[in-house]
């Protein structure tokens, strides 16, 4: 019993302590119940406060609340929150939280310009606690306008640390919660034209798990996808093309085949919009460094091609339809981009290979010496290509009858 009355007489000092403090004074406060309360169980907590812990976490919830858009103590205050939350049978901790509007809060703090990075980061680690705590939470989170949030946040941050714990968390929305999971995945492919290389990683590495478990993949999202092969940052034109690879199994695939055969040929149009106007040349403006978007994409397009036909061979057939071969050729006299030649040719002599009547139009096309070149050294025979070659590859006329499957 006196033990039991110290302990009541203890944690009304360190409240009245609390309510008349300032910040400087709960700062204290909070630094010492980090030292003393980490990775203690509910229990454990109660027995800290004297059976009284839900009256601390009322008042820090309640801080948090007055101060998260002035940045005091912030961090503090959700690290401790942290304790409360993730303590093991302290769930009577988690749903005061969430009553008094917690989660609200949290995903304030996720998207708010002063907010630091770390804050941002550590209020995302709470919401990850809060939807791990099952499926009514996620529907929670989602109908606070949580998928809207988190994904701004992934898009703007600065840090890889809160990107990847925003990743964590959209990727736990998608998962066992059926009534917002179509709504996780239409946020990830808004995510994909974002200026930021990791979001768009990410985004793809979450668009690939969710696909399956929303299963109908959306129209919408041919062309950012697509798009994407544009980009000098192979880590996310890898996922690209793996993400295309598993979307040959849904009823978009006709579309992206479409947009990959139409890559080969970029339009006058795609490749004037990001050449240096002729003023800015004049006034001495730098000219555009490495090589054009368009024609990235136009050799991970024809890389995509190998690919998919390597994967199938009624692929191969399909985009044989789509007239591939005379774009590939195309695209193999792109005198100005060498890894679209390269991938361009790999591609083509792997249909060649595969198919005879591919190998007879085009052996016919090229003609003898071109021909030769291209069959003994496929890989770097644009290394040894003429400007007549190039021409003759560039206005070929193979047609999808004599390149058929037959």
Known sequence: MPHSQSAVSKVQILLSRWDKGSALVRGEILVEFLKNCVGKTGPELEQEFGQAASLFLTRLTAWLRLTYMMGSC???????????????????????????????????????????????????????????????YKELICESYGIRSVAECLAKSKSEDTQDHARILLQLLAQGNPKYGLQVYKGLIALLPSTSPKAQQMALQNLRITQPIVKSASPSLVEPLLNLLATVHLEVQYEAIEFIRELMEYDIQNQLLEGLVRSLRPTREEVLKYQPKLAEALDGAPALSGPLPTFIKQAAAAKTIGILSRDSSGLAEHLLRMRVIQQLMYAMGNVDYADTQRQAALSLEYLVRIFPSVNEAVKQAMGEQLYELFMTNA??????????????????KVTSSTAGTS
């Open 379 to 396: 890989e770097n025979m644009y290394m040894s290509l003429n400007a007549v070659q190039a021409d003759v590859l560039v206005s070929n």
């Open 74 to 136: 912030i961090g503090l205050q959700l690290k401790a929150l942290h304790v409360f939350l993730t303590a093991t049978s302290g769930h009577h901790f988690m749903a005061e939280f969430i009553e008094v509007g917690g989660v609200l809060t949290l995903l304030e703090i996720t998207g708010l310009k002063q907010s630091t990075e770390s804050d941002k980061c550590d209020a995302l680690k709470l919401l990850i606690v809060i939807a791990s705590a099952g499926r009514q």
